[in-house]
Every structure is written in structure tokens, then in C-alpha cells.
């Protein structure tokens, strides 16, 4: 069972920048910080259909099922990587 700093890293540097393509959108990975605000202008700003990726992504990733994706699973869990992660954490431990 990985930790939840290697679940953050993998989040943020594999779920977030590279299957996002944030690069693309003049983002450095070093930009990204376990509480950096995924969502709101402050932060990546990502869009509804960025965060259905991440989910996707994260689905994958760790052979979870996450059950239908709505709109206060998006802004409960997907506030930033750290969030990302504890619910993670809290799937593959409730496997």
C-alpha cells in the first residue's frame, strides 16, 4: 500500500500534469503543491471536463470505482491534490 505522499506525488505529477497536458497551458509541474486549489482562478482553474480526466485517471490508476461522478463529488474531492488523495486512500482502504 503506497503512502499518501506517493499518492499525492503520482496525482500531481501523472494525473494532473501530464494527463492534463498542463505543460501545454504554460504550467510547471513545480507549480503544482499538495494544496494548490484545483478548481478556483487563485489556483489551476481546471474545468469540469479536466476534473472528469482526473477522476478517469485516478479510477484507473488505483482500481477504484468511484460510482457517478457529480457535482459534490467534483467540489468535495477535487479541491487539490491532497483531497485527491485522502479519497484514495479512503477507497482502497474501504476495499
Same mark, same amino acid.
Given at each position: 500500500?503506497?503512502?499518501?505522499? =506517493?499518492?499525492?506525488?503520482?496525482?500531481?505529477?501523472?494525473?494532473?500534469?501530464?494527463?492534463?497536458?498542463?505543460?501545454?497551458?504554460?504550467? =510547471?509541474?513545480?507549480?503544482?503543491?499538495?494544496?494548490?486549489?484545483?478548481?478556483?482562478?487563485?489556483?489551476?482553474?481546471?474545468?469540469?471536463?479536466?476534473?472528469?480526466?482526473?477522476?478517469?485517471?485516478?479510477?484507473?490508476?488505483?482500481?477504484?470505482?468511484?460510482?457517478?461522478?457529480?457535482? =459534490?463529488?467534483?467540489?468535495?474531492?477535487?479541491?487539490?491534490?491532497?483531497?485527491?488523495?485522502?479519497?484514495?486512500?479512503?477507497?482502497?482502504?474501504?476495499?
Amino acid at each position: 500500500m503506497m503512502n499518501i505522499n =506517493e499518492i499525492i506525488t503520482h496525482i500531481k505529477e501523472k494525473i494532473i500534469f501530464e494527463d492534463l497536458e498542463l505543460s501545454e497551458w504554460g504550467h =510547471e509541474l513545480s507549480d503544482i503543491k499538495d494544496d494548490t486549489l484545483l478548481l478556483s482562478e487563485e489556483g489551476l482553474a481546471l474545468d469540469s471536463v479536466d476534473v472528469l480526466d482526473i477522476f478517469v485517471g485516478i479510477q484507473k490508476e488505483y482500481s477504484i470505482d468511484l460510482g457517478e461522478i457529480t457535482n =459534490e463529488l467534483m467540489e468535495k474531492h477535487c479541491q487539490s491534490p491532497l483531497t485527491l488523495a485522502e479519497l484514495v486512500i479512503d477507497k482502497c482502504g474501504a476495499r
